[in-house]
C-alpha cells in the first residue's frame, strides 16, 4: 500500500500544472527581456521595424523623413499620430532601452550631439542605434563609402565612428546596434551566390526605400528584436511565405555570431 501512494503521489506531480522544468539561461534573459521598457525614436524606417508588436512595455516618437536633429528641435508633431512625444517620454520615465534611428540630412558631429543630449535624459538605459538603410538603387554605393566627414550615409564606416563616438562620450554605458545594413549587404551577397530565393535586393522593398509589409517588415522587426533581447517572432507575418522565412531566418541567424556591440 505505501508503494502504492508513493506511485500515486508522483503521477500527480507528473500530471499537475504547477510543475516547473528547469530553466535554461538564454530562457531566463529572453523573458527577462520582455519585461523591459522601451522607447523608440526615428522615422519610417523605425515604423518598418514594426514597434508596436515589439514585446514589453513600448513607446515611439517616430516623424516620417526626418533626422534625429530635426526631431530633437521639432517634437510637437511626429507624423505617427500614436507617438508619444520625447520631451514627455524621456523627462517623465526612466526606459530600459532606448533606439535611435540615424538619418539622411545630419552629420555625424549633429547626430553624436542630438542622440547625446537624449542619453543624458536616460541615465541608466542601454542604447540601441537603429542603422535604417538606403534607397535601395544607392545602398550598394553608401554601405562601401568609407566617409564620415559629410552628411549621414547608411554605411559600416559612419555608423561605426558614431558609436566610437559615443563611447568614448559614455564609456560606462552600453550600446547595440540593428545592424539593417549589414543584413541588406549579406543578402545581396547571398543573391550574387544563388543562394537566396531572391532576384534582387529591391524584392523586400514596397517603394524606393520602405520594406514590404511581410518579407521585409520581417526581417527588420526581428533584427530590432535581437537588438532588444527578444526572441524572434513571426506575429503579424504569419503569411509570409514559408520558403522565404526560412531563408530570411538563416539571414538572422548571422546576427548572433556578430558583437552585440
Not at 7 to 31: D, K, M, N, Q, W
Not at 185 to 208: E, F, K, Y
Not at 251 to 260: A, G, M, S
Request: charged fraction near 20%; aromatic fraction near 8%.
Amino acid at each position: 500500500m505505501k508503494n502504492h501512494r508513493i506511485i500515486l503521489t508522483l503521477l500527480i506531480a507528473a500530471c499537475s500544472p504547477f510543475t516547473t522544468r528547469p530553466v535554461s539561461g538564454e530562457e531566463a534573459a529572453a523573458e527577462a527581456a520582455l519585461q523591459k521598457s522601451v522607447f523608440l525614436i526615428g522615422n519610417s524606417l523605425t515604423w518598418d521595424t514594426v514597434p508596436s508588436q515589439l514585446d514589453g512595455d513600448v513607446q515611439w516618437h517616430v516623424d516620417c523623413g526626418k533626422s534625429l536633429p530635426f526631431i530633437f528641435a521639432n517634437p510637437e508633431m511626429p507624423c505617427v499620430k500614436t507617438s508619444t512625444l520625447w520631451p514627455q517620454a524621456l523627462r517623465e520615465k526612466q526606459y530600459d532601452i532606448v533606439s535611435f534611428q540615424t538619418h539622411y540630412g545630419a552629420t555625424l558631429a549633429e547626430d553624436f550631439e542630438t542622440i547625446s543630449k537624449w542619453i543624458q535624459l536616460q541615465p541608466k538605459a542601454v542604447i540601441v542605434i537603429h542603422t535604417g538603410w538606403a534607397h535601395h538603387e544607392k545602398r550598394a554605393a553608401e554601405y562601401a563609402s568609407t566617409e564620415t566627414s559629410g552628411k549621414m550615409q547608411h554605411s559600416p564606416a559612419y555608423v561605426g565612428a558614431l558609436l566610437a563616438e559615443l563611447k568614448k562620450q559614455f564609456p560606462d554605458r552600453e550600446f547595440r546596434q540593428t545592424r539593417a545594413i549589414d543584413l541588406l549587404a549579406h543578402i545581396a551577397a547571398d543573391i550574387q551566390a544563388g543562394r537566396a530565393p531572391l532576384t534582387d535586393v529591391v524584392d523586400l522593398h514596397r517603394d524606393a526605400i520602405h520594406m514590404k509589409h511581410d518579407s521585409g517588415r520581417y526581417l527588420m522587426h526581428n533584427a530590432m528584436r535581437h537588438a532588444l533581447g527578444q526572441p524572434r517572432s513571426n506575429r503579424g507575418f504569419e503569411k509570409l511565405d514559408p520558403n522565404l522565412k526560412t531563408y530570411l531566418d538563416t539571414v538572422l541567424d548571422w546576427l548572433k555570431t556578430q558583437n552585440p556591440k
